[in-house]
């Protein structure tokens, strides 16, 4: 078992965010990766620490021959890329595949005619339950959203989760 995290480190993430550590791990620069039960605090040595949402994590994959974990967390249109390497696996990695994992709370896949591909609409929202439930879709390659026929199986696929989740009468 490795140091402790520093209980000002605790102390900043509870009062700024009002969460619950329960994960951390140094880096190989020594600095802080801290997972709560509402997000991912990446330190990556900017002065401002990326409070990253389960729910906004697109993918996050451990290398272990190079000992890095790969977060892409998408914001709003963009999406960014962090990597940070430890000194091997350790339960902050578990943690992460957990909560984004338990951020996922409905999906809906809609094939579009002729084998031209698959679009995928996904409801997303905080493991902790609290916010709202947030939607995304993802296209297979080749596949355009300013496709006539890509929108309306999005549509399809949006009403699918939509109703799976109870919210089939709900404007928002």
Known sequence: ????????????????????????????????????????????????VQHVRWETVETLSWDADASTITVMVADGVEVRRTVVAFDGPGRLVELARERVDASFVA??????????????????????????????????????????????????ALAVVRADLGLDGDAG
Do not use: C
């Not at 791990?25 to 600095?31: I, K, L, P, S, V």
């Open 1 to 48: 078992m490795g140091p402790s995290l520093p209980r000002q480190v605790r102390r900043d993430i509870s009062r700024e965010h009002g969460e619950r550590v329960l994960a951390a791990q140094r880096d190989t620069q020594g600095r802080w990766q801290v997972g709560t039960d509402a997000a991912l605090h990446l330190d990556t040595g900017d002065p401002q």
């Open 107 to 156: 999906r809906a896949h809609e094939k579009l005619d002729g084998a031209r591909g698959t679009v995928t609409v996904v409801a997303r929202r905080s493991p902790t339950r609290s916010g709202p439930v947030t939607f995304s879709y993802v296209l297979d390659r080749g596949l355009s959203s300013d496709d006539p026929e890509v929108r309306d199986a999005t549509a399809r």
